[in-house]
């Protein structure tokens, strides 16, 4: 089994900024890509950022620019730095990790339980 774990969201002024973090543990052989989501009450949960273990990041329109992504390979690990946060950042940010366990098993993707980031003056 994987274990996702995700810290760092709170409250923050319009402007302002936060990073997130997510670690994966447990039953790992390999992580491809990790990534996070987000999602609002009422709406289907959005890709916010991704990073594969090798290739380039990709962005929804809505962030780029602002958020960064990136990950620490050594500890199975992934940040999200969103600066110039705006009250429609406001959302619970899920960290997603596509990892398998064993040589030859099938990648699956892991959630973690969900931060939230609340954009507001």
């Known amino acids: 089994q994987v274990q996702v774990v995700e810290s760092g969201g709170g409250l923050v002024q319009p402007g302002g900024s936060l990073r997130l973090s997510c670690a994966a543990s447990g039953s790992i052989f390999s992580i491809n890509a990790m990534g996070w989501h987000r999602q609002v009450p009422g709406k289907r949960r959005e890709l916010v950022a991704v990073i594969p273990s090798g290739g380039i990041t990709n962005y929804a329109d809505s962030v780029k620019g602002r958020f960064t992504i990136s990950r620490d390979n050594a500890n199975n690990t992934v940040y999200l730095q969103m600066n110039s946060l705006k009250p429609e950042d406001t959302a619970v940010y899920y960290c997603?990790?596509?990892?398998?366990?064993?040589?030859?098993?099938?990648?699956?993707?892991?959630w973690g339980q969900g931060t939230q980031v609340t954009v507001s003056s």
């Open positions: 997603q990790c596509a990892a398998n366990s064993f040589p030859g098993d099938s990648t699956r993707p892991y």
